[in-house]
Nanobody, 121 residues
Framework: QVQLVESGVGLVQPGGSRRLSCVAA????????MAWERQAPDKQREVCAE???????NYTDSVKGRFTISRDKAKNAVYLQMNNLEPEDTGVYYC???????????????WGQGTLVTVSS
């Protein structure tokens, strides 16, 4: 009974900035890796950014220097600050988290429902 809920962002002008938010709720014992995945129209889904439980981050090359992923463990939340947005950033962004819900059982991956980001003038 774990749910990940992302914020909505809508239309953004090229060069603009937006922050995505995702909050996990439910029977949570602990959260390990968290990430943001995205899927552009007619393209395969990719991992955009990820962050470990000890705050080690990793980004896909196309967003390095522009996007920043962070997390708030007290709130079970992960954020993606997106700066200098480009039309190529357009797509559906999905929150991802590896979550333990039961003691002694392997943690499982969870995804949010996705939120659409459209970068266009």
């Amino acid at each position: 009974q774990v749910q990940l809920v992302e914020s909505g962002v809508g239309l953004v002008q090229p060069g603009g900035s937006r922050r995505l938010s995702c909050v996990a709720a439910g029977n949570i014992l602990g959260i390990y890796t968290m990430a943001w995945e995205r899927q552009a129209p007619d393209k395969q889904r990719e991992v955009c950014a990820e962050i470990s439980s000890d705050n080690v981050t990793n980004y896909t090359d196309s967003v390095k220097g522009r996007f920043t992923i962070s997390r708030d463990k007290a709130k079970n939340a992960v954020y993606l600050q997106m700066n200098n947005l480009e039309p190529e950033d357009t797509g559906v962004y999905y929150c991802y988290a590896v979550i333990a819900t039961t003691k002694g059982r392997r943690a499982m991956a969870h995804w949010g429902q996705g939120t659409l980001v459209t970068v266009s003038s």
